[in-house]
């Protein structure tokens, strides 16, 4: 954990009595920042964003204890222990072990893009350890929101990353990509190039869909459609059959947002999240 997340963190948890379990927490993957006081939920922000992706979410919904995660590599956070290794599956590891070191009890998981198949993939492989979760704008074999529902994925994903990682244009290339994830977020822009290829390669070869039975937690999943009715009728499709397999989920469009739909439709994603949150399971 850096400094400054640490003292920070150090100085909320005196103000709220709980300075203790969560703050011994150390992970080369991850930082995590809590605040407020309430029922426990983590956030998980997606590739290349950072903590501060979820800041609006916090304020307009007081009442809650936020575990707000930082994936190291992202956001202008150093690579640390991502530089090497698997880093969806790894920052999904290293929250389900934050979860029992810090003494939580089936905390609520909310993860945007990639942090919501970290959320999904620790409730299904550490189902004890969940209460519910929020999968916002991602698909549990996220290939086939681009269009390459039955393709052979992997190949051309290796061919791309291969192409991206192998010389100084490509890595340039690729910055230029993580500029463009940045949108109104400047620091999303600073992201490690490497870390954020890799990441995104593994979202790419990646295919949940198998694992879905295995939550037995509420499963909410919001996701945005666009104003035009055609389009937006083919990404419900996309979604009801994307989710068939998990048991129960409820499915919430967005219509009118992009991907950011928390600073798309802002107040309408609070009030996903304040109803997710208000349904005890």
């Not at 930082?70 to 640390?80: I, K, M, S, T, W």
């Not at 993860?111 to 970290?118: D, R």
């Not at 409730?123 to 681009?146: E, N, Q, W």
Request: net charge neutral; with cysteine; charged share 15%.
């Amino acid at each position: 954990m850096d400094r400054r997340t640490f003292i920070a963190g150090c100085g909320a948890a005196a103000a709220l009595g709980f300075a203790g379990e969560a703050l011994a927490f150390s992970s080369s993957r991850l930082s995590v920042e809590v605040r407020g006081d309430g029922p426990d939920v983590i956030l998980i922000p997606g590739l290349t964003s950072g903590r501060a992706v979820w800041d609006g979410t916090v304020r307009a919904l007081p009442g809650y204890r936020y575990h707000l995660i930082q994936v190291a590599g992202f956001a202008g956070d150093p690579a640390r222990g991502n530089a090497s290794g698997p880093i969806v599956s790894g920052v999904a590891n290293e929250i389900a072990r934050y979860i029992v070191e810090a003494g939580l009890t089936r905390p609520a998981l909310i993860g945007h893009s990639m942090g919501g198949i970290v959320a999904m993939m620790i409730a299904a492989r550490y189902p004890s350890r969940v209460g519910k979760v929020m999968a916002v704008d991602i698909l549990p074999s996220p290939a086939s929101g681009f269009g390459f529902a039955g393709v052979q994925v992997a190949p051309l994903a290796d061919a791309l990353f291969n192409g991206l990682m192998s010389s100084p244009q490509g890595r340039g290339v690729l910055d230029a990509l993580i500029g463009g994830f940045g949108g109104s977020d400047v620091a999303n822009s600073r992201s490690d190039s490497a870390v954020v290829a890799r990441a995104t390669h593994e979202l790419a070869v990646m295919d949940l869909t198998p694992e879905l039975p295995k939550i037995t937690a509420p499963l909410a999943v919001v996701y945005a459609v666009p104003d035009i009715p055609a389009d937006a009728a083919a990404v419900d499709r996309l979604y009801r059959g994307g989710y068939a397999r998990a048991h129960g989920a409820r499915l919430q469009r967005v219509a009118g947002s992009g991907h950011m739909i928390m600073y798309d439709q802002p107040q309408r994603f609070y009030a996903e999240v304040r109803a997710f949150l208000d349904d005890r399971p």
